[in-house]
């Protein structure tokens, strides 16, 4: 069995890629990194969604010297729906988990890295769009034992041209448990509903014609799970 | 004064590195990393040059879940000039370096990163090779704040193309204090003298006909200061 490591985050899209990765007969393993976020709620959710779906997942600590972004910077406030990239961006975030993700295939040998970066239900950052994962296929070329020796390790990114709406249903169709997934920006008892995570999320169960279970089940009244 | 974001490793290659980014007028920010690496001979090493420097040194640590090689494994021995790449290979572990350094250089607004990396007098690992780093500048493009905006950082290679011999003669001349750096492998009281990283050292002060103050040192003769 191929083997695949998937980059978790405990929201939806890499939810859904993770079952992606997983209905294409990949054996997944996962990576989340602990890094100083705001909020462990979306460790928790990872670590739920990756139980339930029976891989193993493996937590990577980074004690980061800096901050330079609000996801990391309590005094910062989260910034609501700002043209331009928002201060959410963390300098270099995906270079670094996917160059760790890197790390983790070429050990245990796994033929390709599962990412859910989203280019159109976005907020801007510029390591989500298509032109960066397209430079970085060519540093594992270049700059890997696996490269060196003509064994690829791919970068595949299956949500990357995708509305929130889609994946949402392909989610649904796969059995993603929606309900213990993340987006919110802050780590309250419930989601927000403010921040650019939580807007693009409702906008997209709005347009798939689904109730988001997350906010669903509270109200007794989860309409996913009907589809 | 132009920041530049150097990395350190307790080496030769990474302290000359440091001095010639000085010699350039960079106001240096030096990184290294505490990542389960066999000893921390190379650490100490590293905060040593930076203090005789007079630049800010950022330890990051990183827990990282999987082995790989052998220094990072005490299980596995230091190989000894094995044809091609040796099991001292690190997965990743440059791409690493340069995905926090990147985040260090658009978090402070550095203008440049510094590497030591050198393709002649090496163990053959394929992250020290040109054609990785000119991958890796394509990136920052694509996947950066900065680069969004036009604003390059730069990745500079000094030592690419250069000869042992060459860097230990360009440290000299710029006072890079060598009886402080460490190559060895292996973490004992003095180098080992037989491990790859002590071979190429050896080689290149006897090719520049230049004592190593490091051992020299504890000969009470230094020939680096005469010169």
Redesign the interface.
Known sequence: MRKAVVLLSGGLDSATTLYIARSQGFRCFCLIFDYGQRHRREIKAAQRIAQIANCKL???????????SSLLDKKINIPLRVKG?PST????????F???A???A???NARAIFIGANALDFSGY??C?P??Y???R??I?????S??KGKKIQILTPLIKKKKAQIIKTGVRLGVPFEFTWSCYRGGIRPCEKCDSCYFRAKGFREAGIKDPLLAERQGDCSCKKI
Do not use: C, H, M
Request: positive net charge; proline residues 7%.
């Open positions: 493996q937590i990577v600590k980074i004690a980061l010297p800096w901050k330079g990239i961006y963390v300098p270099a975030r995906n270079i670094i996917l160059s760790f890197l790390s983790y070429e050990t245990i510029p390591d769009r032109e960066f397209r430079a970085f060519k540093i070329d270049s700059g890997t034992k490269g060196a």
